[in-house]
């Protein structure tokens, strides 16, 4: 079980859009390093031939028919916009591309 | 006797004879959360308390049964939610700064099926930050006290439905589940808490911790009013993709049957990887005395082994901080909630990373980094992956067991109810109370506690937990309602906080 | 628009010395009534924010219900591309934070997707080359952003942008190609020819609208180059939101001379994604791929997966329009075009705006003289796409239609052509208000017939002595006089009447 390293910390923060100051980061690098050792003793317990399960109960084919359905009102869906212009979410100018 | 000690059961017969009206119920309920809920050293069980709101749904409700046509048996009996589920009109803040002031634009589908059938909503509970946490100490709004003893956790992550429930100030709450979070509380608290099994009730509405873990559930003081809340949120619904077709019913039946005592032929599983020296002795204690009671209502007990179950904390520490990770990515300060702007000419980017840092606390940054690193390429495998087999291995233990048996048991929490404060860093420690519960999730099955005693070294009620399989929540009620029937009848009456025990 | 480039290198020598491998992902948005899942309406051009509600605006708790229709269509674009569809598949969440995204991941399918393992044949000049699919998978597509300030509204420089979610959540099907090797100079007719074989097969599917300029099909192109004879392929670049057949063409044209100037100067590529500019048809660096770019995709556990049946996979492989090849035999076979012509018109996209030209009246030369003449010269001049160049094909027909009844001739068409390209109404509007009509009664033209004859009474002479030809130049004085708005016939005829 490899230490995570302040570095790394910082890294998984910028992942996770989360702003650590220092201190923050000194508090948490080592309670998380705590948590992953002891979720490590997982490693190896199941084989190959083990599937693995992410739905706990088994189910196949939910699909809904392609009706409108009435939706929210612009007021109902920009009322909680920390800011908002002309029926739109106002944001901070975006860095980087479209993906 | 105040309205406010009668079950929820009883307060419906009431109204249904016309002894009681549900504005008076309500109002009953709103002077008990005024009486004890506020101040500094108050029980905090609620986040928001909407009396006006509450009122008038109970003068509707009185109307309705004035005419002839209640909605619903248990229409006028007044409820408090979780602050986890989403409900019009009223603040939704999932304990969090991030969603201070939010004021959701729908209802849950458990809500809106609270309110078709007429019960009064009083208010919003308290809750660790976006269900994460044991204790409720990690609300953004101050933690909850267990009426037991206020300077006491009253477990969590939903602390506030099952201290309102124990403190008189709700007959009925809705909690959600997602390793525990309604039985631990159940447990730590003196009453019932049910977790349905996975899909039975719907999740659309439930802010989600871990969408494959997180189910929606009754918290009472008694089997029979979860059996009867029960019924009345579950059901399939078009809205979630993972609700089950088949409805789970029977279960007011089956805890009516239960009332009778009689186990005859019912095979008991104590799960034997549930006990062991990490456990409290007066814990263990009253679950013994439990598993005697059963055995002498005629059940057969055996020991069973469910081996992986050593395993399911670590998968659940992963599968659950990899769907967190994921899920509370929405909360970037750009569409609701809470912005904050830093000097400059701040990029989105930097106002989300500000926003994300100031609006969530520790527990909640925690887990959001462990679930990013475990879900990161390289990693995958090895944790989140690997997480999900245990997962597998954790529905294989479950299936064998329960083709010896037809519920298991064990005690609810490894421990009683721990001072504030306790363990507060050392998340590692306050994982640990979820010991018992998380296999449940892990594997979809239901499972629910109800109070075994007080551990006589502290005083504390203790919690025995039942877990049955996927869509026999029926066996759950019965059992359970078979112990209570005992237990009531060697205490004189449920057990009630003395602080809170009507003079 | 291109940042500072160490040299483009000619083409010719850049096939000299490199082959080049491509990749082609294209997006193309279904045209369901609702999003992929939500109801929503998909409808194109509403006001902001009034086709959302708590699923697709990301809103806490809400839940997403995938859509029978999309999946219904992915499966069918899937067959129709020659695809495997999967027994069994999941949704995965692809985690990323971007502004017009609600949730911060988008609902996508990882490595189970739909459909899988399939090819595409595409013709080019003659010559057909097998698109390998590697898979379709079905995803969402995102809200919409709009730049405020700055100076040029672009995403860089803006002090704010703003949000419309209409879009976010319009089902969106991924096609990704396998690497596209051994085209060599061809390579940028073959991406275009693979586009717009797609274009038109899910357009005969009728899933899509297809539309390029619209953004309801949007194309990514991935390029390499391996030194020549090499197997290994060289670093990639990943040209975003390519929008127009031509463009493709181009992009693939410019990466190619870019990564070669690289290259050649000792430098390495950098695996980026790159922007494409419409106006001078080069490419500049957006977004470098760093380590820091992990997706964490993982399982959608709010859905099931989905296992589409066997019976019912079978049951819409009956629904699959003709394919692509047989359908360009059979028209040319009911055209009468010869190879060469049909080249022509697949090589001009011109093979849907025929069929309707065709269908709405025209006679198949005429509908394709009109498309590879007149009208790809004005599209080429405009720098667009044949089918936007602005005329339908049934004004074509109409136009065609007036010919053959004698109204126009086809000096006269070209100024309804202008008067068509001009926005002003329709063949009948135009001629009206330009009074371009063929002069059909013979009053005006004796008159003008006359007097070309008293002009030149040497020619008259001629004509009289039975030389035919040399009416051909009182024709031509007369349709001066008449502005081109006689019918030369029958002013040939008329001379030769009065001479006789
Ligand atoms: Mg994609
Ligand atoms: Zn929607």
């Avoid at chain 2, 919003?124 to 994460?132: I, L, S, V, W």
């Avoid at chain 3, 020659?82 to 490595?111: G, L």
């Avoid at chain 3, 670049?237 to 990466?255: C, D, G, I, M, P």
């Avoid at chain 3, 009844?405 to 100024?415: F, H, I, S």
Wanted: glycine share 10%.
């Amino acid at each position: 079980m490899p230490e995570l390293s302040r570095d790394e910390v910082r890294h998984l923060a910028d992942l996770a859009r989360i702003d650590l100051s220092d201190a923050e980061l000194e508090h948490l690098a080592p309670q998380l390093n705590v948590i992953l050792e002891s979720v490590a003793s997982i490693q190896g317990v199941a084989g190959d031939d083990v599937v693995a399960t992410s739905h706990p109960i088994p189910m196949t084919n939910v699909f809904r028919d392609d009706v409108v359905v009435p939706g929210l009102t612009p007021v109902q869906a920009l009322a909680g916009a920390p800011a908002k212009e002309d029926d739109k979410f106002s944001v901070p100018r975006i860095l980087g591309d479209e993906q | 006797m105040s309205w406010i000690y009668r079950t929820a059961a009883e307060q419906a017969a009431a109204l249904a004879a016309g002894e009681v009206t549900s504005v008076e119920l309500t109002q009953a309920h709103l002077d008990q959360i005024a009486a004890v809920d506020d101040g500094g050293e108050g029980v905090h069980a609620f986040l928001h308390v909407d009396a006006d709101g509450a009122l008038a749904q109970a003068m509707a409700s009185d109307e309705r049964r004035a005419s002839g046509s209640p909605l619903h048996e248990l229409d006028g009996v007044p409820i408090a939610v979780k602050d986890v589920l989403t409900t019009i009109g009223l603040p939704t803040t999932c304990g969090s700064k991030m969603l201070e002031g939010w004021v959701p634009p729908y209802d849950a589908t458990v809500v809106a099926k609270l309110k078709a059938a007429g019960l009064p909503i009083l208010g919003k509970t308290n809750m660790d930050e976006f269900a994460m946490g044991s204790s409720t100490e990690n609300s953004a709004y101050g933690p909850t006290r267990n009426p037991w003893d206020h300077t006491r956790i009253p477990g969590g992550s939903g602390g506030g439905s099952a201290a309102a429930v124990a403190a008189f100030e709700a007959p009925l709450a809705l909690g959600t589940d997602t390793g525990g979070s309604i039985r631990q509380p159940g447990a730590m608290t003196g009453t019932v808490g049910v977790k349905p099994t996975y899909g039975s009730v719907s999740r659309y509405g439930l802010v989600a911790l871990a969408n494959s873990l997180d189910q929606v559930g009754p918290v009472t003081r008694t089997v029979l009013d979860s059996a009867l809340l029960q019924e009345l949120i579950g059901g399939h619904d078009p809205k979630d993709s993972t609700s089950v077709p088949t409805p789970v019913t029977g279960l007011v039946e089956a805890a009516r049957q239960g009332g009778t005592k009689d186990l005859a032929g019912v095979k008991v599983g104590v799960v034997k990887e549930l006990a062991g020296d990490a456990w409290q002795t007066g814990v263990m204690q009253r679950f013994e005395e439990s598993v005697a009671l059963l055995r002498q209502m005629g059940a057969e007990i055996v020991e069973v082994s469910l081996p992986s179950f050593v395993h399911a904390m670590a998968a659940y520490y992963l599968i659950l901080p990899a769907e967190c990770s994921s899920n509370l990515a929405k909360f970037d300060a750009m569409r609701y909630g809470l912005r904050v702007t830093p000097e400059g000419s701040p990029s989105a980017e930097d106002v989300m990373k500000v926003s994300r840092d100031a609006g969530f606390g520790d527990e909640v940054k925690r887990r959001i980094m462990i679930g990013t690193y475990a879900l990161s390429s390289g990693y995958y495998d090895a944790y989140y992956g690997q997480a999900q087999k245990i997962r597998t291995l954790i529905i294989e233990d479950f299936k064998k067991a329960f083709e010896q048996v037809d519920v298991l048991v064990s005690p609810t929490a490894p421990s009683t109810a721990f001072p504030i404060g306790e363990k507060v860093d050392d998340p590692l420690s306050m994982y640990l109370q979820d010991l018992a519960t998380i296999p449940a999730n892990l594997a979809g099955v239901p499972g629910i506690s109800l109070p075994s005693g007080l551990a006589p070294e502290d005083g504390l009620p203790t919690g025995v937990q039942f877990l049955a399989p996927v869509l026999e929540d029926a066996r759950l009620y019965r059992v359970g309602a078979a112990l209570e029937t005992a237990l009531f009848e060697q205490w004189g009456g449920q057990i009630v906080p003395p602080a809170y025990k009507e003079n | 628009m291109s940042d500072t480039l160490p040299g483009l290198i000619d083409f010719d020598e850049v096939l000299e010395k490199f082959d080049p491998a491509m990749g082609l992902e294209v997006h193309v948005e279904l045209n369901t009534n609702t999003k992929m899942f939500c109801g929503c309406p998909t409808t194109f051009g509403g006001a902001p924010n009034t086709q959302v509600c708590p699923t697709c605006l990301g809103l806490p708790g809400a839940m997403p219900v995938v859509n029978a229709k999309a999946v219904e269509s992915a499966i069918r674009i899937g067959l129709a591309l020659n695809c495997e569809i999967a027994e069994w598949c999941r949704f995965a969440r692809k985690n990323y934070f971007y502004p017009d995204m609600p949730k911060n991941f988008q609902t996508s399918q990882y490595d189970e997707p739909i459909a899988f393992d399939g090819y595409l044949d595409v013709d080019v000049e003659g010559e057909t080359y097998r698109i390998e699919i590697e898979r379709a998978h079905m995803e969402e597509d995102t809200g919409k952003a709009t730049h405020v300030g700055g100076s040029t509204g672009r995403i860089h420089g803006a002090d704010y942008s703003l949000i419309d979610y209409n879009r976010a959540g319009i089902p969106l099907i991924e096609i990704v190609t396998r690497p596209i090797l051994g085209a060599g100079e061809k390579a940028p007719q073959v991406a275009r020819a693979y586009v717009s074989a797609l274009r038109d097969l899910i357009k005969a599917l009728g899933v899509s609208d297809v539309r390029m300029d619209q953004g309801s099909m949007r194309c990514d192109v991935n390029l390499s180059l391996a030194p020549k004879g090499s197997k290994v392929l060289g670093t990639r670049s990943e040209t975003k939101n390519v929008n127009s057949l031509r463009s493709v063409e181009r992009a693939v044209r410019f990466e190619m001379s870019r990564h070669a100037g690289v290259l050649l100067s000792g430098g390495s590529v950098l695996q980026e994604t790159r922007h494409f500019h419409e106006d001078d048809g080069t490419t500049s660096p957006g977004r470098e791929k760093s380590d820091a770019e992990d997706y964490r995709y993982f399982p959608e556990p709010d859905l099931v997966p989905v296992a589409p049946s066997r019976a019912w996979v079978d049951e819409l492989r009956t629904t699959l329009p003709e394919p692509p090849a047989e359908r360009r035999a059979r028209l040319q076979a009911s055209w009468g075009y010869t190879d060469l012509e049909m080249r022509d018109v697949i090589n001009a996209d011109a093979i849907e705006l025929i069929e309707e030209t065709v269908a709405a009246g025209a006679a198949p030369q005429a509908a394709r003289k009109w498309w590879l003449s007149e009208i790809s010269r004005r599209a080429n001049e405009a720098g667009v796409e044949l089918a936007s160049a602005g005329v339908s094909p049934a004004q074509v027909a109409e136009v065609q239609q007036l010919i053959d009844e004698g109204t126009l001739n086809d000096k006269l068409a070209r100024q309804v052509f202008d008067g068509l390209f001009a926005g002003e109404g329709t063949p009948a509007q135009i001629i009206e208000k330009r009074g371009l009509a063929l002069v059909s009664d013979d009053g005006p033209l004796l008159t003008a017939i006359e007097e070309a004859l008293a002009a030149q009474p040497d020619i008259a002479d001629k004509i009289r002595g039975g030389n035919h030809k040399a009416a051909g130049a009182i024709v031509g004085a007369v349709m001066k006089a008449t502005r081109g708005q006689a019918d030369a016939a029958r002013v040939q005829q008329l001379i030769i009447e009065k001479l006789a």
